[in-house]
T-cell receptor
Framework: GAVVSQHPSRVICKSGTSVKIECRSL??????MFWYRQFPKQSLMLMAT?????????EQGVEKDKFLINHASLTLSTLTVTSAHPEDSSFYIC?????????????FGEGSWLTVV | RKEVEQDPGPFNVPEGATVAFNCTYS??????FFWYRQDCRKEPKLLMS???SGNEDGRFTAQLNRASQYISLLIRDSKLSDSATYLC??????????FGTGTRLKVLA
């Protein structure tokens, strides 16, 4: 079963509107979650690190005012794409790390396809 | 130099063939390495972790070469269902991970 759940899986929105994507860790607490963006035929690019109870850490080149991240609980992080434009159309995916004594394993949400028209 | 580099492929191989991918990384302090598989328009799924001594899982073998800073994935007896993009993942810091661009594999009937 899914360890990390992401919703919605697909969303179409009009240019200029905002879209919220949720990422939930199931059956475990994730103090840190990560948000990635993947354009067609490209790799996953880390956008930001979402920290529970504090501000997100954004990667260089990612606009923090455009991609709002909230990590209000240990099992939920949200990404809001504000004033979306067609160039924001992409596959957005979150991940959480399940920490173990020997190796940490990354689990991904199912991803969200955003289309801005 | 990219932090994690992979040959994008595609690697077109016949069923039953053995195929190997390499992935180089730039941070000598990296400690965690993984291979993920990503099917078209889906999220990546863990294929296997890569351990220092090398490890095998069925038809898949992963190895780490710290001196040359690369990891490898070997697939034996390729199946049609192995067709996918294989992503190399390397840690950066404690819990941040960097992905390679992925190597596309097509197994042909």
């Amino acid at each position: 079963g899914a360890v990390v759940s992401q919703h919605p899986s697909r969303v179409i929105c009009k240019s200029g509107t905002s879209v919220k994507i949720e990422c939930r860790s199931l059956d475990f607490q994730a103090t840190t979650m990560f948000w990635y963006r993947q354009f067609p035929k490209q790799s996953l690019m880390l956008m930001a690190t979402s920290n529970e109870g504090s501000k997100a850490t954004y990667e260089q080149g990612v606009e923090k005012d455009k991609f709002l991240i909230n990590h209000a609980s240990l099992t939920l992080s949200t990404l809001t794409v504000t004033s979306a434009h067609p160039e924001d159309s992409s596959f957005y995916i979150c991940s959480a790390t399940l920490r173990a004594s020997t190796v940490n394993t990354i689990y991904f949400g199912e991803g969200s396809w955003l289309t801005v028209v | 130099r990219k932090e994690v580099e992979q040959d994008p492929g595609p690697f077109n191989v016949p069923e039953g063939a053995t195929v190997a991918f390499n992935c180089t990384y730039s941070n000598s302090a990296s400690q965690s390495f993984f291979w993920y598989r990503q099917d078209c328009r889906k999220e990546p799924k863990l294929l296997m972790s890569v351990y220092s001594s090398g490890n095998e899982d069925g038809r898949f073998t992963a190895q780490l070469n710290r001196a040359s800073q690369y990891i490898s994935l070997l697939i034996r007896d390729s199946k049609l269902s192995d067709s996918a993009t294989y992503l190399c993942v390397v840690n950066k810091g404690t819990y941040k991970y960097i992905f390679g661009t992925g190597t596309r594999l097509k197994v042909l009937a």
